[in-house]
């Protein structure tokens, strides 16, 4: 089912489709998508888990000149390290314990195409350095050979996190960003473009009622309203979840708001572990006034410093608040289960135990 994004005769151009959307914020990404997808830059997609980072890079491959060619994802906070070296680049039989037979990695698998490298973030230094090569030099070889083979894939990378933030803490290389940040195109969260919820939510009610044969066609009073005022942390991701259980769980043609999860419908709109700009000036002499020594605050890493004691804090609240689970925490602070055990990791907190 095609999505559009812009209505007919809008003045950033012709509607992408499979994306939802006429805020100015969103009009600006659909301008920036159309003019870079005729091209063979390489683009950085930013933004919070849930906001469509996928779509906007298969629409720069569907509007390229590589549209025939395949499209390939890679996940790479899913997976460790290892396992993602192997992903990527393939390996030969006998190059590691399980090897049993050659492998075509996503590079070589996506040749003539377009290799989405989703949580960039997440990647080791050591793999950062392949990766470097492969965007300077198109060349690569698989784990346990020493052949060189070559790649005519376009790389379109995505982070959940300010990647010029991991540099300066030393996450993530500074060459490479440079080389993944020739086009960036940052997508906002769905709490910035409220406007667009009405049309997302007559979507997915008329996606879902179609594939389990209901009908919930109206919105009941107060519902509109309550997830227009809600601050969606999970984005659109968490919309369409919502809506679907809502359209399963529905008696009669009406979205009503008993259906919407608590989260929603209280009043107090805005979950304790997100950051508003209202509030950062207030957390940031709370937390880093704990913690930020003299000589830090005078130094030119006071930035970073803020900025990691905030995110320590807020790990450890979302922790203790969900019982120490660590599946529903990553839910929480929106990021994927392997980067909040690594962060766990990295900021020395006590880990609990993870009942699931």
């Known amino acids: 089912m095609a999505i559009f994004g812009l209505p007919s005769g809008a003045k950033s151009g012709p509607p992408i489709p499979g994306i939802i959307g006429t805020s100015p914020t969103m009009q600006e990404v659909y301008r920036?998508?159309?003019?870079?997808?005729g091209s063979n830059a390489s683009v950085l997609i930013l933004g919070e888990t849930g906001v469509g980072k996928e779509l906007i890079a298969n629409a720069i491959h569907q509007l390229s000149r590589r549209s025939k060619g395949p499209f390939v994802r890679?996940?790479?906070?899913?997976l460790s390290e290892s396992l993602l070296e192997s992903e990527l680049f393939g390996h030969v039989r006998g190059a590691f314990t399980g090897a049993v037979a050659n492998r075509?990695?996503?590079?070589?698998?996506?040749?003539?195409g377009t290799v989405f490298l989703d949580e960039i973030n997440s990647t080791s230094l050591t793999l950062q350095v392949k990766l470097l090569r492969v965007l300077q030099e198109r060349e690569f070889e698989r784990v346990g050979d020493t052949s060189t083979l070559s790649t005519d894939a376009r790389i379109v990378a995505a982070s959940n996190r300010d990647l010029m933030q991991e540099v300066q803490m030393e996450r993530f290389r500074e060459d490479l960003y440079w080389r993944l940040n020739?086009?960036?195109i940052e997508i906002p969260p769905l709490r910035k473009r409220r406007d667009d919820i009405p049309s997302l939510v007559s979507f997915f009610l008329e996606h879902y009622n179609e594939i389990n044969d209901r009908y919930v066609v109206h919105i009941g009073p107060g519902s509109m309203d309550a997830m227009?005022?809600?601050h969606w942390p999970g984005n659109v991701r968490e919309l369409q979840n919502y809506i679907e259980r809502a359209v399963v769980m529905a008696e009669t043609d009406e979205l009503t708001?008993?259906?919407l999860p608590d989260c929603?419908?209280?009043n107090s709109s805005t979950p304790q572990h997100v950051i508003d700009e209202g509030d950062f000036d207030a957390l940031t002499r709370e937390v880093v006034l704990r913690?930020?020594?003299?000589?830090?605050?005078?130094?030119g890493t006071v930035h970073s410093v803020i900025v990691e004691q905030i995110e320590k804090e807020l790990i450890s609240q979302v922790l203790a608040a969900c019982g120490g689970v660590q599946t529903k925490a990553a839910s929480q602070l929106g990021i994927n289960r392997n980067t909040l055990h690594k962060k766990i990791k990295d900021y020395n907190l006590d880990e609990a135990p993870d009942p699931e």
């Not at 075509?104 to 003539?112: K, L, M, P």
Request: with cysteine.
């Open 32 to 37: 920036v998508t159309r003019r870079v997808a």
């Open 74 to 78: 890679v996940n790479c906070g899913a």
């Open 104 to 112: 075509t990695g996503r590079f070589e698998a996506a040749n003539g």
């Open 264 to 266: 929603v419908t209280s």
């Open 257 to 259: 708001i008993d259906l």
């Open 182 to 184: 020739v086009v960036p």
């Open 291 to 299: 913690g930020l020594s003299e000589s830090q605050a005078n130094s």
């Open 228 to 230: 227009q005022d809600y």
